[in-house]
C-alpha cells in the first residue's frame, strides 16, 4: 500500500522568509506521479505540481521550487519570500495504478501542512 | 467557464436522511472522484467513475452510493447508512487516460454536510 508522510502538522512563518514544506512517501510501483495541491481557507483544491517517477529535476515556479529525490522518498515544496497569500493548507499526493475496474489512477493524499505566513 | 461545480455549498441534515451531493463538469473529462475531508485529515477516496455507467468502491464506500448516467454528472448520495457523514466533501475530475499517463485531477469548491 501507498503512504504519504507530511509530518509538519503546522507551519508558521513572518512575511518574507522561506518556508519549506516536506513530504516522504512509500511505493513499491517504479512508475509513479507525485502532487502537491494547494487548499485556501476557501475550501476548493488548487494544483500546483504533478512529477513523474522518472524525472528528477528540480523545479521552479516562481516563488515556488521543488525538490523531488527518488533516494530518500521525498518531494519536498519550497516557498521563497513567503506571502500572506501563501496561507493555506497545502497537500502531498502520490499517485499509483490500481487494476479495479478498468484500471485507473488513484491518489493518495498525505494529511497536510497548515502554513501561516504572519505579516 | 470550465470547471466544475459543487452544490450546494453548505447542506445541513437531520439524522436518518439521505441527502445528495451534486457535482457537474463540463471539462469533457472521463473521470469523476468523490472525496471526504475531515478535520486535520487528508483526502479519502469515497468512489470514483472511470466511464458513463460504471463506478469503483475507493477505500471508505460504505454508507455512500453514487450514479453515472451522464458524463458531466457524478452526484454522491449520503445514505443513512452512514454512521458520521459530517465532514467536507469534494468532487474532482481528470482528462481521459492515455496509455499508462495519468492526469491531474481538478476540484470542485466542495460542499459542506453538517448533520443535525
Known amino acids: 500500500a501507498q503512504k504519504v508522510t507530511q509530518a509538519q502538522t503546522e507551519i508558521s512563518v513572518v512575511e518574507k522568509e522561506d518556508v519549506t514544506l516536506d513530504c516522504v512517501y512509500e511505493?513499491?510501483?517504479?512508475?509513479?506521479?507525485l502532487f502537491w495541491y494547494k487548499q485556501p481557507p476557501s475550501g476548493e483544491l488548487v494544483f500546483l505540481i504533478r512529477?513523474?517517477?522518472?524525472?528528477?529535476q528540480n523545479e521552479i515556479s516562481g516563488r515556488y521550487s521543488w525538490n523531488f529525490q527518488k533516494s530518500t522518498s521525498s518531494f519536498n515544496f519550497t516557498i521563497t519570500a513567503s506571502q500572506v497569500v501563501d496561507s493555506a493548507v497545502y497537500f502531498c499526493a502520490l499517485s499509483e495504478w490500481t487494476d479495479s475496474g478498468a484500471g485507473s489512477y488513484q491518489l493518495t493524499f498525505g494529511k497536510g501542512t497548515k502554513l501561516s505566513v504572519i505579516p | 467557464d470550465g470547471g466544475i461545480t459543487q452544490s450546494p455549498k453548505y447542506l445541513f441534515r437531520k439524522e436518518g436522511q439521505n441527502v445528495t451531493l451534486s457535482c457537474e463538469q463540463n471539462l469533457n473529462h472521463d473521470a469523476m472522484y468523490w472525496y471526504r475531508q475531515d478535520p486535520g485529515q487528508g483526502l479519502r477516496l469515497i468512489y470514483y467513475s472511470q466511464i458513463v455507467n460504471d463506478f469503483q468502491k475507493g477505500d471508505i464506500a460504505e454508507g455512500y452510493s453514487v450514479s453515472r448516467e451522464k458524463k458531466e454528472s457524478f452526484p454522491l448520495t449520503v445514505t443513512s447508512a452512514q454512521k458520521n457523514p459530517t465532514a467536507f466533501y469534494l468532487c474532482a475530475s481528470s482528462p481521459p487516460l492515455a496509455g499508462r499517463y495519468t492526469d491531474t485531477q481538478y476540484f470542485g469548491p466542495g460542499t459542506r454536510l453538517t448533520v443535525l
Open positions: 511505493t513499491r510501483d517504479t512508475t509513479y506521479y
Open positions: 512529477r513523474n517517477s522518472f524525472d528528477e
